[in-house]
T-cell receptor, first 115, second 115 residues
């Protein structure tokens, strides 16, 4: 079983649709959850960052974490063609002191928003 | 220059060549990373340098040799690579504070093709 599972898609939606992207994980030590967006020919850029369970909203984007179900989601409202990219979920355990917290990534979901 | 810069952006090399990838971060971070990104696979962590010391080597073949001369620069020396090493190589940096999860900032990557 993979430590992080993410549906690779591809996912194609019309402009204005609500998009739901999801990841499940198996390691209960994960406490920090992130979503990265990667445009073609670019590196991943941090989109959302959450700690433990709960919701976080930033403009059209909402990240949800349900630690009891080991399930995280990213919702995109009023999706735009500029949202077309690969979305990567990533997560890490607590990093105490200067010890780095290893990031474990999902496979990435390819999203296309067509006009 | 801002963020994380990688050079070259594209590299084609034969199996007997020796080449190096360069990464420079302008964020004042104290940790740097090399990842391999292959199609339809999650990002694979290769090496981690924390405070200029290598803290992780994820069973990477010896034909990949990292070097971190200071906290701002990271190199990946390549020699006698195999065609299956063709991939996007991403560099990332982060600031380890122990107060929260490890948010990593990525460069645009070097697209490597081994012939």
């Amino acid at each position: 079983q993979k430590e992080v599972e993410q549906d690779p898609g591809p996912l194609s939606v019309p402009e204005g649709a609500i998009v739901s992207l999801n990841c499940t994980y198996s390691n209960s030590a994960f406490q920090y959850f992130m979503w990265y967006r990667q445009y073609s020919r670019k590196g991943p850029e941090l989109l959302m960052y959450t700690y433990s369970s709960g919701n976080k909203e930033d403009g059209r984007f909402t990240a949800q974490v349900d630690k009891s179900s080991k399930y995280i989601s990213l919702f995109i409202r009023d999706s735009q063609p500029s949202d077309s990219a690969t979305y990567l979920c990533a997560m890490s355990p607590y990093a105490g002191g200067t010890s780095y917290g290893k990031l474990t990534f999902g496979q990435g979901t390819i999203l296309t928003v067509h006009p | 220059e801002t963020g994380v810069t990688q050079t070259p952006r594209h590299l084609v090399m034969g199996m007997t060549n020796k080449k190096s990838l360069k990464c420079e971060q302008h964020l004042g971070h104290n940790a740097m990373y090399w990842y391999k990104q292959s199609a339809k696979k999650p990002l694979e962590l290769m090496f981690v340098y924390s405070l200029e010391e290598r803290v992780e080597n994820n069973s990477v073949p010896s034909r990949f040799s990292p070097e971190c001369p200071n906290s701002s620069h990271l190199f990946l020396h390549l020699h006698t690579l195999q065609p299956e090493d063709s991939a996007l190589y991403l560099c990332a940096s982060s600031q380890l504070t122990g107060e929260r999860g490890d948010i990593q900032y990525f460069g645009a990557g070097t697209r490597l093709s081994v012939l």
